[in-house]
């Protein structure tokens, strides 16, 4: 059984560009959520997204967005990329009808805008 | 809204000594707590959790965690460290819809 996958591992990006990050949840689970991990902190929530609809929010600006697909896999995509969006960006599923609210986490995208 | 604090950004001990790593958290209601370790250039990996019932949780590799409401705390112990213990743990508090927050990490060094 496949747990959560992420794509890409790494990538390089430059001031002003825009970044697609793909993740495709644990078999069997229905909900995506995304968190950003800057260096020596702790992840922060970004978004999650439920049947295909944006189901809460962190305090992350518009330029943050996503998406969910039939599938359950998601994008994050980032616009007008910043320094500051340097981070480790996790993915991670859950199912919602699991009353624990047990989360499970990919690998991470290492972003790094220059 | 929910808060977690982890008391000591670095943790070090000596292989065989007693690991603790202490969380505090902020609830406006029953809270489900978790603790999490990353590897370094890894994801997260769920060490234990609490929701309901025993106060004392048992995890992966030795790990337990207890529950203590009167001091809002959720530490984490292990009775004798090992070298692959080092690593940064994360602990976490649920807030509503299955969102977590997380604490600042501990980085838990473990000296031969």
């Known amino acids: 059984d496949a747990g959560v996958t992420q794509s890409p591992t790494h990538l390089i990006k430059t001031r002003g560009q825009q970044v697609t990050l793909r993740c495709s949840p644990k078999?069997?689970?229905?909900?995506v959520s995304w968190y950003q991990q800057a260096l020596g902190q702790g992840p922060q929530f970004i978004f999650q997204?439920?049947?295909?609809?944006?189901?809460q929010r962190g305090n992350f600006p518009d330029r943050f967005s996503g998406h969910q697909f039939p599938n359950y896999s998601s994008e994050l995509n980032v616009n007008a990329l910043l320094l500051g969006d340097s981070a480790l960006y996790l993915c991670?599923?859950?199912?919602?009808?699991?009353?624990?609210?047990?989360?499970?986490f990919g690998p991470g995208t290492r972003l790094t805008v220059t | 809204a929910q808060s977690v604090t982890q008391l000591g950004s670095h943790v070090s001990v000596s292989e065989g000594a007693l690991v603790l790593l202490r969380c505090n958290y902020s609830?406006?209601?029953?809270?489900?707590l978790f603790w999490y370790v990353q590897y370094p250039n890894q994801g997260l990996q769920l060490l234990l959790k609490?929701?309901?019932?025993?106060?004392l949780v048992k995890g992966i590799n030795g790990f337990e965690a207890e529950f203590k409401k009167s001091e809002t705390s959720f530490h984490l112990t292990k009775p004798s460290a090992h070298m692959s213990d080092a690593a940064e743990y994360f602990c976490?508090?649920?807030?509503?819809?299955?969102?977590?927050?997380f604490g600042q990490g501990t980085r838990l060094t473990i000296n031969p």
């Open positions: 609490y929701t309901t019932g025993a106060t």
């Open positions: 078999s069997g689970h229905d909900t």
């Open positions: 976490a508090v649920h807030q509503g819809a299955q969102k977590l927050v």
């Open positions: 991670a599923s859950s199912l919602t009808a699991d009353i624990s609210y047990e989360q499970y």
């Open positions: 609830s406006s209601v029953p809270p489900y």
């Open positions: 997204y439920y049947e295909e609809e944006e189901r």
